[in-house]
């Protein structure tokens, strides 16, 4: 028996931790089949109707949702994905209204702050379990402190962190 405020969750958490259309396939693979709600089939047979419907790729999760939890489940997918692109309108509204006022910048200069502390706690966390090699550490520096200019666009930041270390390592 699924629990659909359950499956509104997981599928909610799945939309907010993904960036593409497809990109919350592995954390929904993961959960539902954890579960027993799900099997590979049917992600398969859901993972095909959105290749095959006209629209974007992350519609697949609404078919997904109807082969698990029937229309209930379809119509709880539907409002799942929906729900944070929607989100991101409504602070995008906000901050246009009240971007210029001064507690609103201290507040994005605090947020970008943390972001900066939670990159570099993560950024150590994975060089330690790779290990601390110093050529991954200089192209993370220089990454860092091109992407700290804020002169260089993070595209380039990466295109150049790549080709270093495709020099680096050839």
């Known amino acids: 028996m699924i629990d659909l405020l359950t499956l509104f969750w997981l599928l909610l958490k799945a939309s907010l931790f993904s960036t593409t259309g497809s990109g919350n396939l592995p954390i929904l ?16 047979e859901a993972l095909a109707i959105g290749q095959v419907s006209p629209g974007p790729t992350g519609l697949w999760v609404i078919s997904l949702g109807y082969l698990v939890g029937g229309l209930r489940g379809a119509l709880l997918s539907l409002v799942a994905i929906t729900l944070p692109p ?9 901050y246009r209204r009240f971007g210029g006022h001064p507690a609103m910048q201290g507040f994005v200069r605090g947020l970008s702050l943390a972001v900066t502390g939670i990159f570099l706690v993560v950024l150590f966390g994975i060089m330690r379990g790779v290990g601390f090699e110093p050529r991954a550490l200089l ?19 990466m295109a150049l962190a790549a080709l270093a270390g495709i020099l680096l390592y050839s």
């Not at 929607?86 to 906000?94: D, E, I």
């Open 29 to 44: 693979h993961q959960d539902l089949l954890a579960r027993g709600w799900a099997t590979d089939r049917q992600f398969a």
């Open 86 to 94: 929607l989100a991101v309108l409504a602070v995008a509204g906000f």
């Open 139 to 157: 192209i993370a520096l220089c990454a860092l402190g091109l992407g700290a200019t804020r002169r260089v666009p993070v595209i380039g930041v």
